[in-house]
């Protein structure tokens, strides 16, 4: 590599990281649109809890084949960064493999990158087929169609891509190194000896460096010397330019989950499921209410909505929650209300929810922080029909891979339906009525709660 | 063998000056609705057997607030919520058992935050100790050999994480406890959590609790065991629509229980 070279590969690494940041600043700005919320108790049960969920994926394998073949997928991604890191120093300073000084680690290294790269390409492919071939009930919802089915079939075939040009180019760089100096790095008589006494003589690549999944490749390359050159100098900034156009390809995407999934298991809920959030606004008129006598909370704050209308007044939680979702429709597969044909998905709150984020927030950025349209969250996105649908059941949250908690949006929705736009079903009206009147849900006097003791 | 039961009010007690162990939060559902009072009969029997000291609030109880809250009205379920605490802390009351996983769920978990600090279980659990520690024995009575499943409701299972009182209960049974594909932590819903049990279902191709009496009836139990008078009235619905009652009972768990004790 000569310094054109390097910088050209300067230029372009700087850029895509800067792009990046300022879409993820966007992003934490929309979430940031949202409610207060201090969620700072129990810190020590929340590191466990990352450490078990998001990092040890335990949710995931409730579903054993998705689990496994995510723990791949999730794996390479993970591994494969330290070989980003040593391609990113090669770029800069033009080395070849610069970690190759650490030796028998680095086989080691290198091979295991190469094993999780055929099990992600093996796990996408998989996944590919589960999406498109198959057609897996929970992805073909009605929520998905258009845009949502594109990104996950572009992610999907972007890793499948990104990983056969690593292999590739390991094979290139392999016989290459079994020819020499050629690639203008540092290989190493000594390297080969080692390589070949840990893993045996099985393959030609043996006797360069020890690339135990590339070696299969190495009989589809031309021998020439230039042309494998050319091929692995190719699938070089193939993959590396691949890696910094996913990188700002994710802010756009669901997958920007690989980044929130920890984050958002981090804060999740740790009460029990059952426990709704007490609306304090509510709770300081209430006491009012019963007892004249009590002095208002004195609040310079404007009164707070009951209930949720639009994204900003759900929590900050809520609304990086639907940033973090991955649009997997665990919790839509698993809800009562959606397997019994009703419109209500608890995927679709919160895609919905993101979604709205991304318009408030692209008005936000075109007329500035004050933006507001006359659209709102109830209503343009999700109707009354779907957020009546639920049984407020939590098979929702039980089944989120990271917690998400599509239950209490719907929840934040039906308050705002019910005490700012007083639009319940009659039926549940009929409801309160009674409970207000009878204290009990139905129609019956309160004096004879107790006759069931002489029937 | 219907001897009468006897069943004090917090007031009674107060007026004696007696302090009862624990409260029975009955329940809009156990005091009004046919099929749960029987359950809530049931439960007085056990207590009554395993000599616990127990009170029922009478005509002063009133809903939790339980429906309001779940269909969105804070406002009302924070009215209901206020007012019970006012009576509960009036009577000092420290201990609760409730005969509803709803009830339940609210007084444990929503009530502090209100004022209201009480040590609250389900009547499942309350049971499961009085076994342990001998207060009531059951000798399997009259269901060996018979096959029975049980339903976790929401608000028990998920809700709150109890699984394993109920399932228990049922082991002392010397029945065949065999489990529905859903289950626990990955339990079906009835359908009627939410305040659905209120309304009419949003547009759908089936019902929830269909979906789950089906669900149930694939094992061809004798009994589907609850602890849930909603859940109950669901699957009730649907073992009769699926004209399955002759074969099928949906019981209680402490009816079971209490038929097993001969109470
Ligand atoms: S809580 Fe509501 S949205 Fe979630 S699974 Fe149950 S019915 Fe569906
Ligand atoms: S909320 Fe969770 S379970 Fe539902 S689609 Fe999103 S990531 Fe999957």
Redesign the pocket.
């Known amino acids: 590599m000569n310094w054109i070279d390097n910088l050209i590969f300067c230029v372009l690494l700087a850029g895509g990281i800067y792009w990046f940041a300022r879409n993820a600043q966007k992003i934490r700005r929309n979430i940031l649109l949202g409610r207060a919320l201090d969620i700072s108790d129990n810190l020590n049960e929340r590191w466990k809890l990352m450490a078990k969920v998001a990092i040890g994926q335990s949710k995931m394998v409730v579903r054993p084949v998705a689990g496994i073949l995510h723990i791949f997928v999730y794996l390479g991604f993970i591994i494969i960064n330290i070989e980003v890191l040593e391609i990113i120093i090669d770029g800069i300073f033009g080395t070849h493999r610069i970690f190759a000084f650490m030796g028998y680690f680095y086989y080691l290294l290198i091979a295991s990158f190469e094993f999780l790269a055929l099990l992600v390409i093996l796990g996408c492919a998989i996944f590919l087929i589960r999406r498109y071939v198959l057609k897996l009930k929970r992805f073909m919802n009605k929520e998905l169609e258009g845009w949502p089915r594109n990104d996950a079939a572009i992610i999907l075939t972007t890793e499948i891509v990104l990983m056969s040009a690593f292999l590739i180019m390991n094979a290139a760089d392999g016989v290459m190194m079994s020819y020499g100096k050629l690639s203008g790095g540092i290989l190493l008589p000594e390297f080969a000896e080692a390589a070949t006494k840990i893993f045996g003589e099985q393959s030609q690549a043996g006797k360069g460096l020890y690339f135990p999944v590339s070696a299969y490749l190495t009989g589809f390359l031309p021998s020439n010397p230039i042309a494998l050159h050319y091929i692995e100098r190719v699938c070089w900034w193939f993959h590396i330019l691949g890696i910094i156009a996913f990188l700002n390809y994710i802010p756009y995407s669901k997958h920007f ?1 690989i980044l929130l999934a920890f984050p958002t298991v981090f804060y999740s809920n740790l009460k029990p499921k059952g426990k709704f959030s007490n609306l304090e606004s509510v709770t300081n008129e209430v006491k009012l209410m019963l007892d004249p006598s009590a002095v208002p909370p004195v609040s310079d704050a404007p009164p707070a909505k009951f209930g949720a209308k639009d994204v900003p007044d759900l929590s900050w939680k809520q609304l990086m ?1 639907a940033y ?9 597969s698993n809800c009562p209300a959606n397997q019994t044909g009703k419109l209500l998905s ?2 679709k709150i ?1 895609m919905d929810t993101r979604d709205r984020m991304e318009e408030l927030g692209k008005g936000i950025d075109k007329n500035g922080v004050n933006y507001s349209d006359s659209k709102a969250l109830v209503g343009d996105y999700i109707t009354a029909e779907e957020l009546w649908a639920c049984t407020t059941c939590n098979a ?1 949250t039980e ?4 917690n ?1 908690d ?1 239950l209490s949006i719907i929840i934040d929705l039906r308050r705002y339906l019910v005490m700012e736009q007083s639009d319940a079903p009659a039926a549940l009206n009929a409801m309160f009525t009674n409970i207000e009147n009878n204290g009990a849900p139905w129609q019956f006097s309160p004096a004879d709660r107790l006759n069931w003791k002489n029937e | 063998m219907e001897k009468e039961l006897v069943v004090p009010t917090m007031a009674e007690c107060l007026a004696k000056g007696e302090v009862p162990e624990i409260l029975f939060w009955v329940g809009c559902a156990g005091s009004f609705d046919d099929r749960a009072k029987i359950i809530t009969k049931a439960i007085v029997r056990i207590l009554t057997k395993a000599e616990v000291k127990f009170a029922v609030l009478g005509t002063e109880e009133s809903c939790t607030g339980d429906p309001a809250k779940r269909a969105g009205n804070e406002f009302l379920f924070q009215m209901q919520a206020m007012t019970n605490i006012q009576l509960l802390n009036g009577y000092e009351v420290k201990k609760i058992v409730t005969g509803c996983p709803h009830c339940f769920n609210t007084l444990k978990n929503e009530y502090p935050e209100l004022g209201g600090n009480f040590e609250v279980i389900h009547h499942t659990q309350l049971i499961q100790q009085l076994l342990d520690s001998g207060r009531i024995k059951v000798e399997g009575g009259n269901f060996s050999g018979k096959k029975i499943t049980f339903h976790d409701p929401c608000y028990l299972g998920r809700g709150n994480d109890v699984y394993e009182a109920p399932r228990a209960l049922l082991g002392k049974l010397d029945a065949a406890l065999v489990e529905m594909k859903r289950s626990r932590a990955n339990g079906l819903c009835c359908g009627a959590g939410g305040a659905q049990m209120f309304k009419e279902a949003e547009k759908d191709n089936k019902e929830v609790n269909i979906e789950r009496t089906e669900e149930a009836l694939e094992l061809q139990p004798q009994v589907i065991a609850t602890g849930c008078p909603f859940c109950m009235t669901m699957l009730r619905d649907g073992v009769k629509l699926k004209e399955q009652d002759q074969a099928t009972e949906v019981l209680d768990v402490a009816e079971l229980i209490a038929k097993a004790a001969d109470l």
């Open positions: 989950h929650d973090s979702c991955t649009e997997c429709g665990r919790c839509t608890p995927r919160m929702c089944s989120c891979p990271i998400i599509p």
